[in-house]
């Protein structure tokens, strides 16, 4: 499987992030696996965004639950995350990663995209 | 939710071994056998070591082996090579769907 992130490279402060994870060579609709996205601000460690099921079951990290959404499109293989009212704090290289729900681990990993929040 | 805890640093010469290790609580690391490793190298994405503790993806090799006991994990790499120095991240499994991150060690080849 293949993952591969896409969206706006800037956002401005206050507005909504808004990225995009195409899977390919394997379904988002899969029973065996949960969907992610994951960030890592510059020289800094990886934090956990929230994870999406199948079934339409989301979890997200509860420091970013307000203001996060994870979504699927079914029809084009795709994973979304909008994040609203976004701050420079957000300033991240943004991970889409396929979870394996047997043995809770990201086993696969798009190659991330930096969003750069700035006026 | 708070992340795991890693020392920041580790470094061994060549051929050493140089063990990392993961702490966390009763909700995360010492709840599950879900504690995974993984590896970073600048500019790439994190890529899987170890699994469930102690198993290893293929491809991946043996030089790599992980353990835990109660609420630390550990990640061992026997016989160190320069392609090993990574940034090495942890990640537990904490019940309700909720995954947390450990803070990282940069582990340096001397």
């Known amino acids: 499987v293949q993952l591969q992130e896409s969206g706006p490279g800037l956002v401005k402060p206050s507005q909504t992030l808004s990225l995009t994870c195409t899977v390919s060579?394997?379904?988002?609709?899969?029973?065996?696996?949960?969907w992610s996205w994951i960030r890592q601000p510059a020289g800094k460690g990886l934090e956990w965004i929230g994870r999406?099921?199948?079934?339409?079951?989301?979890t997200y990290n509860p420091s970013l639950e307000s203001r996060v959404t994870i979504s699927v499109d079914r029809s084009q293989n795709q994973l979304s995350l909008k994040m609203t009212s976004v701050t420079a704090a957000d300033t991240a290289v943004y991970y889409c990663?396929?979870?394996?729900?047997?043995?809770?681990?990201?086993?696969?990993w798009g190659q991330g995209t930096l969003v750069t929040v700035s006026s | 939710q708070s992340a795991l805890t890693q020392l920041p640093s580790a470094s061994g010469s060549p051929g050493q071994s140089v063990t990392i290790s993961c702490t966390g609580t009763?909700?995360?690391?010492?709840?599950?056998?879900?504690v995974s490793w993984f590896q970073q190298h600048p500019g790439e994405a994190p890529k899987v070591m170890i699994y469930?503790?102690?198993k290893r993806p293929s491809g991946v090799p043996d030089r790599f082996s992980g353990s835990k006991s109660g609420n630390t994990a550990s990640l061992t790499v026997s016989g160190l090579q320069a392609e090993d120095e990574a940034e090495y991240y942890c990640?537990?499994?904490?019940?309700?769907?909720?995954?947390?991150f450990g803070t990282g060690t940069k582990v340096t080849v001397l």
């Open positions: 990663a396929r979870v394996d729900m047997a043995r809770f681990f990201f086993d696969s």
């Open positions: 060579g394997g379904s988002i609709s899969s029973s065996s696996y949960y």
């Open positions: 999406r099921y199948t079934t339409g079951t989301t």
């Open positions: 009763s909700s995360d690391v010492g709840g599950y056998n879900y």
């Open positions: 469930e503790v102690y």
């Open positions: 990640s537990a499994y904490a019940g309700n769907g909720v995954f947390v």
